[in-house]
């Protein structure tokens, strides 16, 4: 069996768990749903799975898939962006817009991030 961190503020759907078991058979799934500020808080919270699922920012996922820093597979979900057809107001602006759903369209594993910056 294949333990699995999903770490995200959103639970996982049923499409990403019966995707995960298309990859990798027997899953186990250990949700951690809070902001982490480093590499080191998800390999903490992961420490005892074999695959990090993760929803995270560049920085962060730059530093998680360096291999001084972590040797498990980092992977994350792909979703495709679906209008509704319906309209919401949104609660920012008070204007009517298009309304969206997210299907889950595969997972992917991240190799690499490089953030390229400069000093402005």
């Not at 991240?110 to 400069?118: D, H, N, Y």
């Amino acid at each position: 069996m294949t333990k699995i961190l999903w770490l995200s503020r959103h639970t996982m759907t049923n499409e990403q768990l019966s995707d995960l078991k298309r990859i990798y058979g027997e899953v186990e799934v250990k949700t951690f749903d809070q902001t982490v500020e480093s590499w080191r808080d998800v390999v903490e919270a992961g420490k005892d799975c074999d695959v990090l699922a993760v929803v995270l920012p560049p920085a962060i996922l730059a530093d998680l898939t360096n291999p001084r820093n972590n040797n498990r597979p980092v992977i994350r979900a792909k979703a495709n962006r679906v209008a509704t057809g319906n309209t919401i107001v949104n609660p920012a602006t008070g204007k009517e817009e298009a309304e969206y759903r997210f299907e889950h369209a595969g997972w992917e594993r991240v190799i690499k991030i490089e953030v390229v910056v400069e000093a402005l």
